[in-house]
């Protein structure tokens, strides 16, 4: 057990996971509200519950990620349009796994990987993104977990603020 928390904070290095989902950002509380919305009384809400016309608001920042393996690989379902902008391109359909190199992939499996296995939503804080070309740049995003069958995370929702695109 040792051993795989030095390896998550080595992935995770420079990385802050609030398990608490507090934050101060107004499109973080509105995504993180929205899913507790579509829960209901179950664990997590399913996919489908997610609704684009009732998110329009935050729908530029927003993410969804289709997990493979656990959260051991996944596939850029979706990617908000000032998410892509801070990329400078976008990634949507992309399949990224351990083989990759890249730190925001890195950053991202790990994240990821932990939403799935404690099938609970989480905050991640950098004050420095992994993206190229805003390292300088403090970032957040939440990321909440979706299942269909209730148990097993699927599919990821996400709401991501880069500072300097706020």
């Given at each position: 057990m040792a051993l795989k928390q030095t390896v998550l904070e080595s992935q995770l290095e420079g990385v802050t996971l609030d398990w608490s989902v507090a934050s101060e950002l107004?499109?973080?509380?509105?995504?993180?509200?929205?899913?507790?919305?579509?829960?209901?009384?179950?664990?997590?809400?399913?996919?489908?519950?997610?609704?684009?016309?009732?998110?329009?608001?935050?729908?530029?920042?927003?993410?969804?990620?289709?997990?493979?393996?656990?959260?051991?690989?996944?596939?850029?379902?979706?990617?908000?349009t000032e998410v892509a902008c801070a990329f400078e391109k976008d990634p949507t359909g992309s399949e990224c796994d351990r083989t990759s190199n890249h730190p925001v992939v890195i950053r991202m499996l790990a994240v990821l990987g932990e939403v799935a296995r404690r099938?609970?939503?989480?905050?991640?804080?950098?004050?420095?993104?992994?993206?190229?070309?805003?390292?300088?740049?403090?970032i957040e995003s939440v990321f909440l977990p979706l299942s269909d069958n209730g148990a097993d995370v699927d599919v990821v929702f996400a709401t991501t603020i880069v500072r300097r695109l706020v």
């Open positions: 107004p499109r973080i509380v509105r995504a993180h509200r929205y899913w507790i919305a579509k829960r209901g009384g179950r664990a997590m809400p399913a996919r489908r519950d997610i609704v684009p016309t009732e998110i329009r608001d935050i729908l530029p920042f927003v993410q969804l990620y289709d997990l493979r393996e656990g959260g051991a690989a996944y596939r850029v379902r979706l990617l908000g099938r609970k939503p989480v905050i991640a804080r950098a004050d420095r993104s992994a993206i190229d070309k805003l390292s300088y740049a403090p």
